[in-house]
């Protein structure tokens, strides 16, 4: 299998992907656009790509790739904005030496109306592709064999380092040196699909073609792999969502958000077919370089499950959905104000303890029937009306009872007490902010703030636990990652301690 890209131009050199630096583009044109009022490859237009560091996709043309020759003005109805299913083409580096790009989803931004072929467009695109060689007119968006995402900056996590080197020291100033390594491949099998981490060690094959001749320097590196391949080829839209699903999930693992590199896509089988560089719309994420001591977990303790946790991953989110979005939107893209984001907290547990709780609907109980019965009359139509709507929800659970609820099925053994003070207290904030906009009596706006902030940071260290106890992660690997590791010492306990919440049974 083929190990790595070759000397890619899309590539970027940041392991985080924060930018992405094209050579000059020369020529931009419609792909598989037979009409006379639109340029072709023969009458390409000059532009500028960019991807910038947040991950929008925009292309400058020198002028318009909607034009008439001789140039006429096309009837209103027919204004030259592209149909959503139609593509860009375009070369990289003045000759295409830079490689070849194709744009889907591409709308105008220009907002000229203009049908001068002189006049510059602009143009975003929702994807954009790159590949060595040139995208043919029938080119496929719908019909993918692989997803292959370069693990760069999760070694750590991986695990998997095995170069091993030994320098003998011979007869006067001669050295021997010999490398020993080992290629990794682990394969877990989903219901959509198969999931394979590689482990990759390059160097061997290309001094191979300098055996016998000296050199100035030799290197061999490992590289680290996640191929997905799905059960069926696959569209674009789908290996996307795959992928943010996979980093998601990474996410969760880790315990923080890590920023993926832009993934590989793969059309055919043979290990000779081209790869495929695949950037989009992804949004910005804190910083967070992985090392071991600060993470929930490492693949190695997780090796035989992998595959099976992230199935559950994906049935779980699929399940529950916002009491997952809500929190690993969070994660990916911290909320700027104290109020947001603890009643972002809130409203993610609230979805998940309503749909873990759901129940057939009973309304209304025989309690309330007796009550909606007292306003039989006719004239009381309206009040019954209005007093029936009042009561929908009046027998559901309290949010302290909701939190109690829902954490006190972790295997933290969390203090009881501790535990409902804890929710008794979340419950009074979130019923300031919703109620009274904030502090009441003669409680100062930053001492709101900041007990607001601890209670956020208890809330999820807690919520992210049980989205991972959720998956099956196991109890013995959560405690160890929450409470018994570097990570839970240092930031995770003094959290709890902060909010009165302890673990007085917890054991290693």
């Given amino acids: 299998m083929r190990p790595a890209l070759k000397n890619h131009p899309a590539r970027c050199s940041s392991n985080r992907q924060n930018c992405c630096s094209f050579p000059p583009a020369r020529t931009f044109w419609w ?24 991950r929008h996709i925009k292309l400058d043309l020198d002028a318009g790739l909607w034009h008439a020759e001789p140039p006429e003005p096309l009837p209103w109805e027919e204004r030259p904005f592209p149909a959503p299913e139609k593509s860009i083409c375009g070369t990289l580096g003045a000759y295409g030496d830079g490689g070849h790009v194709l744009l889907d989803g591409v709308g105008r931004t ?11 467009q602009s143009y975003e695109a929702d994807v954009c592709i790159t590949k060595d060689s040139p995208f043919n007119a029938d080119f496929d968006l719908a019909n993918f064999h692989h997803l292959r995402i370069e693990l760069v900056g999760l070694e750590e996590w991986l695990k998997l380092d095995n170069i091993q080197m030994e320098d003998k020291c011979l007869e006067g100033s001669n050295h021997e040196v010999s490398v020993k390594y080992k290629d990794h491949s682990f394969s877990y099998g989903t219901p959509d699909g198969t999931i394979t981490i590689e482990s990759l060690a390059l160097g061997a094959n290309s001094l191979g073609l300098f ?22 080829q696959s569209s674009i839209r789908s290996l996307r969502i795959i992928f943010t699903q996979m980093e998601e999930f990474l996410a969760l693992l880790l315990g923080s958000y890590f920023r993926l590199n832009w993934p590989v896509l793969v ?34 303790v997780l090796q035989t499950s992998f595959g099976d946790l992230f199935s559950a991953y994906k049935a779980q989110s699929e399940k529950y959905r916002a009491a997952y979005y809500l929190y690993l939107a969070a994660l990916r893209n911290p909320l700027p104000y104290p109020e947001h984001e603890f009643v972002n907290m809130v409203w993610a547990l609230e979805s998940f303890h309503r749909v873990k709780q759901s129940r057939p609907a009973t309304f209304p109980s025989e309690r309330m029937q007796r009550i909606l019965d007292r306003f039989a009359d006719a004239r009381d139509k309206s009040d019954r009306k209005w007093l029936k709507a009042k009561l929908k929800y009046a027998e559901e659970p309290s949010l302290e009872d909701r939190i109690v609820d829902t954490f006190s099925a972790l295997p933290l053994e969390l203090d009881e007490k501790g535990l409902r003070d804890f929710a008794k207290r979340c419950a009074q904030r979130r019923n300031q902010i919703s109620h009274e906009g904030g502090p009441g009596g003669e409680e100062s706006y930053e001492d709101f703030c900041q ?48 909010v009165g919440l302890s673990m007085p049974r917890t054991a290693e």
């Fill in 31 to 54: 792909l598989n656009e037979p009409s006379g009022q639109t340029n072709a490859r023969g009458t390409a237009v000059p532009g500028t790509l960019t991807v910038s560091e947040q």
């Fill in 110 to 120: 220009d907002f000229a109306f203009s049908d001068d072929r002189a006049d510059p």
């Fill in 211 to 232: 055996y016998g001749r000296l050199l100035r320097e030799a290197s061999f590196r490992q590289t680290h792999w996640l191929i997905y391949t799905p059960a069926l």
């Fill in 267 to 300: 059309q055919g089988t043979d290990v000779t077919d081209p790869w495929l560089r695949l950037y989009f719309f992804r949004g910005s994420v804190p910083e967070f370089k992985p090392i071991e001591s600060f993470l929930l977990t490492t693949f190695d």
């Fill in 451 to 498: 007990d607001v902030r601890r209670l956020t940071e208890a809330f999820s260290y807690l919520y992210h636990a049980l989205l991972l106890h959720e998956i099956d992660l196991g109890a013995k690997t959560l405690i160890r990652g929450v409470t018994n590791s570097v990570l839970g010492n240092m930031r995770t306990l003094p959290a709890f301690r902060r």
